[in-house]
């Protein structure tokens, strides 16, 4: 999801999607640890995405 996208969203769907994106990386970390994870390109996307949710929330805060 985009950022652009990011920002029709409401916050208690912000709030999902953080929530989300959270389980995310906490799932492919443990996968990572066991040595299962295969696509290594995930972890850096799982970030992105929490980042980008936290500066919709900040953009809104500060509004």
């Given at each position: ?5 990011m ?14 994106a ?42």
């Amino acid at each position: 999801m985009q950022l652009k996208e990011m920002r029709r969203l409401s916050d208690e769907e912000l709030a999902a999607e953080m929530k989300s994106a959270k389980e995310e990386l906490f799932n492919l970390r443990f996968q990572l640890a066991t040595r299962q994870l295969k696509n290594y390109r995930g972890l850096p996307a799982a970030r992105r995405r929490i980042a980008r949710v936290l500066t919709v929330m900040g953009e809104r805060s500060k509004a």
